[in-house]
């Protein structure tokens, strides 16, 4: 485990998380979790915020460079590219994950806790590949490590319009409570396991049925392994595309 996940309970429970206060809804959302991961990587303020060249990292200290994206990759695009060409830092992308989430709707008048329940939503191995595709021409770059944190959260929701709705328009204010988990990705050998227990060749719905994966997921996994050189697509026999397995010596098959 890289990270510590007593220091990250810990400062959760210093940012207030575990306690709501109902005038406060809405108005952190992920800024709260970007915070707490920013004092985890690094307690220094005088670290936070640190301008390098023509951008603003999120942490940097002993010659690297943190970023931590709660939303989609496609944003630091040119951030990371930036760094990785203009600089000789290492690089660490954390994207936290909410792998657990209760969800809690609450009075905001009385503080009731008026129903709880836990959200049936995970997210797939195939939406984080999903996201490492949209900068997939720098994870070949060793310099450039990512981390996904799976974390449990609590979510705690309101409706002024209805008490008891069940759905529609909401305010909402996520509380971290833990790191259940973590992954590191850093250069092409780290992404070979999605190729565990494939045959030489396949058809991309064969590899979606293989790994429980479809639409733009199982598409976005086959293409960042493409653009890796873990794969080759191919027009098939079968009048679909192929996808060959470029080194399978560790597949199993």
């Given at each position: 485990m890289m990270f510590d996940?007593?220091?990250?309970?810990?400062?959760?429970a210093e940012d207030g998380a575990g306690e709501i206060c109902a005038d406060s809804i809405g108005l952190y959302k992920e800024k709260r979790l970007h915070r707490i991961l920013k004092r985890l990587v690094c307690e220094n303020p005088d670290a936070h915020e640190f301008k390098i060249g023509n951008y603003v990292a999120d942490v940097f200290e002993t010659g690297r460079i943190t970023e931590i994206q709660t939303g989609s990759f496609y944003p630091l695009h040119r951030k990371l590219t930036y760094y990785l060409a203009k600089t000789d830092y290492e690089v660490r992308l954390v994207h936290p994950v909410i792998a657990e989430k209760r969800i809690i709707r609450i009075d905001k008048e009385s503080g009731e806790v008026i129903r709880s329940r836990r959200s049936p939503k995970r997210v797939g191995m195939g939406e984080i590949m999903r996201e490492i595709f949209r900068i997939a021409e720098l994870v070949k770059n060793e310099r450039l490590e990512i981390v996904i944190l799976y974390i449990s959260a609590d979510e705690y929701r309101y409706s002024e319009a209805v008490r008891y709705r069940r759905s529609g328009k909401y305010d909402s204010e996520l509380l971290p409570r833990e790191i259940l988990s973590e992954e590191r990705f850093c250069g092409v050998e780290s992404y070979k396991f999605l190729l565990d227990g494939t045959p030489e060749r396949f058809l991309a719905k064969e590899y979606g049925t293989l790994?429980?994966?479809?639409?733009?997921?199982?598409?976005?996994?086959?293409?960042?392994?493409?653009?890796?050189?873990?794969l080759e697509r191919e027009k098939g026999e079968r009048g679909a595309y192929e996808y060959r397995c470029t080194d399978n010596s560790e597949n199993g098959i």
């Open positions: 996940r007593e220091k990250f309970a810990k400062l959760c790994k429980k994966l479809h639409g733009r997921e199982l598409y976005s996994t086959l293409n960042l392994l493409t653009a890796l050189g873990l």
